[in-house]
Protein backbone atom coordinates (compact mmCIF):
# COMPACT_ATOMS: atom_id res chain seq x y z
CA UNK A 1 0.00 0.00 0.00
CA UNK A 2 1.33 3.87 -0.64
CA UNK A 3 0.87 5.97 1.60
CA UNK A 4 1.83 8.86 -0.57
CA UNK A 5 0.16 10.62 -3.62
CA UNK A 6 -1.11 9.44 -7.12
CA UNK A 7 -1.55 11.30 -9.85
CA UNK A 8 -2.92 10.10 -13.10
CA UNK A 9 -3.83 14.02 -14.74
CA UNK A 10 -1.86 13.66 -18.16
CA UNK A 11 -0.44 16.27 -20.28
CA UNK A 12 -1.80 15.58 -23.77
CA UNK A 13 -5.27 14.06 -24.95
CA UNK A 14 -4.37 10.45 -25.90
CA UNK A 15 -2.83 10.00 -22.13
CA UNK A 16 -5.27 12.66 -20.07
CA UNK A 17 -6.88 11.12 -16.97
CA UNK A 18 -10.41 10.39 -18.40
CA UNK A 19 -12.67 11.16 -15.42
CA UNK A 20 -12.02 13.37 -12.49
CA UNK A 21 -15.40 11.79 -10.84
CA UNK A 22 -15.44 10.69 -7.54
CA UNK A 23 -11.94 12.51 -6.99
CA UNK A 24 -10.60 10.15 -10.04
CA UNK A 25 -7.70 11.45 -11.14
CA UNK A 26 -5.73 12.16 -8.24
CA UNK A 27 -5.32 10.98 -4.63
CA UNK A 28 -3.34 11.85 -1.31
CA UNK A 29 -2.88 9.60 1.11
CA UNK A 30 -1.64 11.78 3.24
CA UNK A 31 -4.33 14.71 3.23
CA UNK A 32 -6.74 12.23 3.43
CA UNK A 33 -5.36 9.52 6.21
CA UNK A 34 -6.25 6.71 4.17
CA UNK A 35 -3.79 4.38 2.11
CA UNK A 36 -3.81 4.16 -1.94
CA UNK A 37 -3.84 0.76 -3.08
CA UNK A 38 -1.47 -0.35 -5.14
CA UNK A 39 -2.54 -0.59 -8.78
CA UNK A 40 -1.57 -1.72 -11.96
CA UNK A 41 -3.74 -0.40 -14.94
CA UNK A 42 -4.04 -0.44 -18.54
CA UNK A 43 -5.70 1.54 -21.28
CA UNK A 44 -5.91 1.28 -24.85
CA UNK A 45 -7.59 4.93 -25.61
CA UNK A 46 -8.05 6.45 -29.13
CA UNK A 47 -9.65 9.55 -28.75
CA UNK A 48 -7.43 11.23 -31.29
CA UNK A 49 -7.60 8.75 -33.72
CA UNK A 50 -10.53 6.74 -34.15
CA UNK A 51 -14.10 7.03 -34.39
CA UNK A 52 -17.15 5.14 -36.34
CA UNK A 53 -21.05 5.06 -36.44
CA UNK A 54 -22.26 1.87 -37.50
CA UNK A 55 -20.08 -1.12 -37.82
CA UNK A 56 -18.41 -3.89 -35.46
CA UNK A 57 -15.84 -3.74 -32.84
CA UNK A 58 -14.26 -6.88 -31.33
CA UNK A 59 -11.84 -7.13 -28.52
CA UNK A 60 -10.46 -10.33 -27.75
CA UNK A 61 -9.04 -10.43 -23.96
CA UNK A 62 -8.60 -12.05 -21.13
CA UNK A 63 -9.99 -10.46 -17.82
CA UNK A 64 -7.94 -10.30 -15.04
CA UNK A 65 -8.80 -11.26 -11.66
CA UNK A 66 -8.57 -10.41 -8.38
CA UNK A 67 -10.61 -8.93 -5.37
CA UNK A 68 -12.49 -5.17 -6.26
CA UNK A 69 -10.99 -4.54 -9.63
CA UNK A 70 -13.09 -3.20 -12.88
CA UNK A 71 -12.29 -4.37 -16.02
CA UNK A 72 -14.08 -2.77 -18.97
CA UNK A 73 -14.43 -2.04 -22.51
CA UNK A 74 -16.32 0.95 -23.41
CA UNK A 75 -16.62 3.57 -25.76
CA UNK A 76 -16.76 7.37 -25.40
CA UNK A 77 -17.64 9.76 -28.18
CA UNK A 78 -15.16 11.71 -30.03
CA UNK A 79 -16.89 14.80 -29.24
CA UNK A 80 -19.38 15.42 -26.53
CA UNK A 81 -21.61 16.72 -29.15
CA UNK A 82 -24.66 16.67 -27.59
CA UNK A 83 -23.40 17.79 -23.87
CA UNK A 84 -21.30 15.98 -21.27
CA UNK A 85 -21.80 12.70 -20.01
CA UNK A 86 -24.13 10.98 -20.61
CA UNK A 87 -26.04 13.11 -23.19
CA UNK A 88 -23.44 12.75 -25.93
CA UNK A 89 -23.60 8.78 -25.17
CA UNK A 90 -21.26 5.69 -23.68
CA UNK A 91 -21.35 2.46 -25.10
CA UNK A 92 -20.30 -0.85 -22.36
CA UNK A 93 -19.82 -3.56 -24.11
CA UNK A 94 -17.65 -5.23 -20.75
CA UNK A 95 -17.81 -3.74 -17.32
CA UNK A 96 -16.53 -6.95 -15.01
CA UNK A 97 -15.52 -7.72 -11.74
CA UNK A 98 -12.29 -9.59 -10.75
CA UNK A 99 -13.84 -11.01 -7.83
CA UNK A 100 -13.95 -14.70 -7.80
CA UNK A 101 -16.91 -16.09 -8.70
CA UNK A 102 -18.97 -16.48 -5.68
CA UNK A 103 -18.43 -12.85 -4.60
CA UNK A 104 -22.39 -11.11 -4.34
CA UNK A 105 -21.23 -7.81 -5.97
CA UNK A 106 -20.60 -10.02 -8.85
CA UNK A 107 -17.65 -12.19 -10.22
CA UNK A 108 -15.02 -12.99 -12.70
CA UNK A 109 -17.71 -15.08 -14.14
CA UNK A 110 -20.25 -12.09 -15.25
CA UNK A 111 -20.45 -9.23 -16.94
CA UNK A 112 -22.81 -6.14 -17.90
CA UNK A 113 -23.29 -4.44 -20.91
CA UNK A 114 -24.73 -1.31 -20.83
CA UNK A 115 -25.70 1.78 -22.89
CA UNK A 116 -25.80 5.26 -20.87
CA UNK A 117 -27.47 8.39 -22.17
CA UNK A 118 -29.79 11.14 -20.98
CA UNK A 119 -29.85 14.84 -20.92
CA UNK A 120 -27.76 15.35 -17.30
CA UNK A 121 -25.43 13.17 -15.01
CA UNK A 122 -28.12 12.46 -12.76
CA UNK A 123 -30.83 11.36 -15.49
CA UNK A 124 -29.04 7.99 -17.24
CA UNK A 125 -31.97 5.53 -17.20
CA UNK A 126 -29.11 3.04 -18.40
CA UNK A 127 -31.37 -0.05 -16.64
CA UNK A 128 -33.81 0.40 -20.05
CA UNK A 129 -30.20 -0.60 -21.71
CA UNK A 130 -28.56 -3.29 -19.86
CA UNK A 131 -27.79 -7.15 -19.84
CA UNK A 132 -25.65 -9.01 -17.90
CA UNK A 133 -24.02 -12.28 -18.87
CA UNK A 134 -23.45 -15.30 -16.73
CA UNK A 135 -20.20 -17.53 -17.94
CA UNK A 136 -20.04 -21.18 -16.28
CA UNK A 137 -16.18 -20.35 -15.59
CA UNK A 138 -14.41 -17.27 -14.90
CA UNK A 139 -13.55 -15.26 -17.70
CA UNK A 140 -10.15 -14.90 -16.58
CA UNK A 141 -9.30 -18.58 -17.51
CA UNK A 142 -8.87 -17.94 -20.90
CA UNK A 143 -9.34 -15.38 -23.82
CA UNK A 144 -12.70 -14.46 -24.77
CA UNK A 145 -13.84 -12.33 -27.95
CA UNK A 146 -16.26 -9.53 -26.64
CA UNK A 147 -18.26 -7.61 -29.75
CA UNK A 148 -20.61 -4.91 -30.44
CA UNK A 149 -22.59 -4.51 -33.53
CA UNK A 150 -24.26 -1.39 -34.14
CA UNK A 151 -26.10 -0.87 -36.95
CA UNK A 152 -29.42 1.93 -37.94
CA UNK A 153 -31.67 -0.12 -36.33
CA UNK A 154 -30.00 -2.09 -33.26
CA UNK A 155 -27.32 -2.04 -30.60
CA UNK A 156 -26.20 -5.78 -29.54
CA UNK A 157 -23.14 -6.88 -27.66
CA UNK A 158 -22.12 -10.56 -27.85
CA UNK A 159 -19.31 -12.79 -26.37
CA UNK A 160 -17.12 -15.35 -28.67
CA UNK A 161 -19.92 -15.57 -31.52
CA UNK A 162 -22.47 -12.60 -32.88
CA UNK A 163 -25.07 -15.21 -32.01
CA UNK A 164 -24.48 -15.80 -28.44
CA UNK A 165 -25.86 -11.87 -27.85
CA UNK A 166 -25.87 -10.27 -24.54
CA UNK A 167 -27.20 -7.07 -24.96
CA UNK A 168 -29.95 -6.55 -28.00
CA UNK A 169 -31.46 -3.09 -28.11
CA UNK A 170 -33.93 -1.84 -30.76
CA UNK A 171 -33.64 1.48 -31.71
CA UNK A 172 -36.48 0.88 -34.55
CA UNK A 173 -39.44 0.99 -31.80
CA UNK A 174 -39.14 4.29 -29.49
CA UNK A 175 -36.69 7.02 -29.53
CA UNK A 176 -34.09 7.31 -26.66
CA UNK A 177 -35.82 10.29 -25.34
CA UNK A 178 -38.65 7.92 -25.15
CA UNK A 179 -36.89 4.79 -24.22
CA UNK A 180 -35.76 7.38 -21.17
CA UNK A 181 -39.31 8.37 -20.27
CA UNK A 182 -37.77 11.88 -19.04
CA UNK A 183 -40.16 14.33 -18.10
CA UNK A 184 -41.11 17.17 -20.45
CA UNK A 185 -39.87 20.05 -17.86
CA UNK A 186 -36.26 18.72 -19.30
CA UNK A 187 -34.39 19.97 -22.35
CA UNK A 188 -34.07 17.45 -24.82
CA UNK A 189 -30.15 17.82 -26.23
CA UNK A 190 -31.21 15.08 -29.19
Known amino acids: MMTGAYDTWGGSPADMCTSNAFYGCERNAAASGNYINPVMSARVRTVESFNFKYGRVEVKAQLPQGDWIWPAI ?9 GNWPASGEIDIVES ?5 DCSAGGSNTFGSTLHFGPAWDQDPFEVAHADYVHPTSLGD ?6 LLWTKDR ?5 DDPSNLVLDFDMTDSTFWEKGNFSDDINNPW
Open 74 to 82: WMLPKHNEF
Open 142 to 147: EMHTYG
Open 155 to 159: MQTYI
Open 97 to 101: RGNGV
